[in-house]
């Protein structure tokens, strides 16, 4: 049986929006689309500075309640190999309540070890499931998304 999940996804360029919709469509679960609550749009060089700095922000979007979910899957786009700041800035605001995670990052290049770390050492536990996919996958649509939605 599948558990109630809850996707929370962040998205600068629109990479990690179109994994979340399509996994949500195949799963029929809630969805929370994180924004910065004090600016539209980050320059990819400041968003890799402000991972580096494991900074967090205000945030908007998070309208589900975390702890009514026995699994969340975060989506979230590596910046300097570790979690876009929405991203981190949520799971510092709601580790309390997150039971179970599984994590899908979305890159260039590379960066699922330095992500699952990242999530790690904020949730205090490892992901149930995690995946890596490259812009190019998500663009040309080849991408498997099977083993979060069993």
């Known amino acids: 049986m599948i558990e109630k999940t809850l996707i929370v996804y962040y998205s600068r360029s629109g990479i990690s929006e179109k994994v979340a919709q399509t996994l949500q469509a195949q799963l029929g679960c809630d ?3 994180l ?3 004090e600016k539209k749009h980050i320059s990819f060089g400041a968003a890799v500075i402000e991972a580096l700095r ?4 205000p945030i ?8 009514n979910y026995g699994r969340i899957i975060f989506i979230t786009p590596v910046w300097g ?11 510092t605001e ?3 309540a997150v039971q179970s995670y599984a994590l899908i990052v979305t890159c260039g290049g590379g ?3 330095g992500t699952i770390k990242d999530a790690a050492a904020i949730l ?6 995690s995946e890596q996919f490259r812009s190019s996958q998500v663009n040309e649509g080849h991408y498997g998304l099977e083993q979060f939605v069993q």
């Open 31 to 33: 969805m929370d689309k």
């Open 35 to 37: 924004e910065y609550a």
């Open 54 to 57: 494991k900074s967090t922000a």
């Open 60 to 67: 908007t979007g998070g309208t589900h309640k975390p702890e």
């Open 81 to 91: 190999s570790g979690l876009a700041t929405p991203i981190r800035s949520y799971m």
């Open 94 to 96: 709601h580790k309390t």
């Open 111 to 113: 960066g699922l070890s």
């Open 124 to 129: 205090g536990k490892e992901p149930s499931a």
